[in-house]
């Protein structure tokens, strides 16, 4: 394999990208598995090519990511922000379009954490009067 020409990382809710962008012909590989493979859902696919597909780079680098954490679209969030972050490195001319778009943006929105006494975050457990 090719030395990458970058090397980013994407966080959403709790996953974390590892991304690395090679030259080549726009082949998607996530932890050693096929794109398709790995995002079945066609919103997910949409939502990570959505960096290259704006920039006109889909047939221009090939993506080798790896995910840790979170769900599925923790994850398709967190491989945008690192491709996004790969494509400004090697571009910096870019960056109106990725930033206009809202890609260069963590989204910090993560879960609230449980509080002593209540079920979940905030839902309390059942009144009883008597």
């Known amino acids: 394999m090719t030395t990458p020409l970058t090397q980013t990382t994407g966080r959403r809710k709790e996953a974390v990208a590892r991304v690395r962008l090679r030259p080549g012909t726009g082949t998607i ?8 493979n790995y995002f079945t859902s066609a919103t ?3 939502m990570v090519m959505e960096p290259m597909r704006l920039t006109d780079t889909v047939q221009t680098y090939d993506v080798d990511a790896t995910i840790e954490g979170g769900g599925v679209a923790g994850q398709a969030g967190a491989l945008r922000l690192g491709i996004a972050r790969s494509l400004l ?3 910096e001319e870019l ?3 990725l930033k206009k778009a809202g890609l260069l943006t963590r ?4 879960k609230e954490t449980k509080k002593y006494g209540l079920k979940k975050a905030r839902k309390a ?3 009883s009067k008597r």
């Open 44 to 46: 997910h696919r949409q």
């Open 107 to 110: 989204d910090a929105r993560k």
């Open 89 to 91: 490195e090697l571009n």
């Open 29 to 36: 590989t996530i932890n050693s598995r096929a794109f398709d």
């Open 95 to 97: 960056r109106s379009t």
């Open 125 to 127: 457990p059942q009144y």
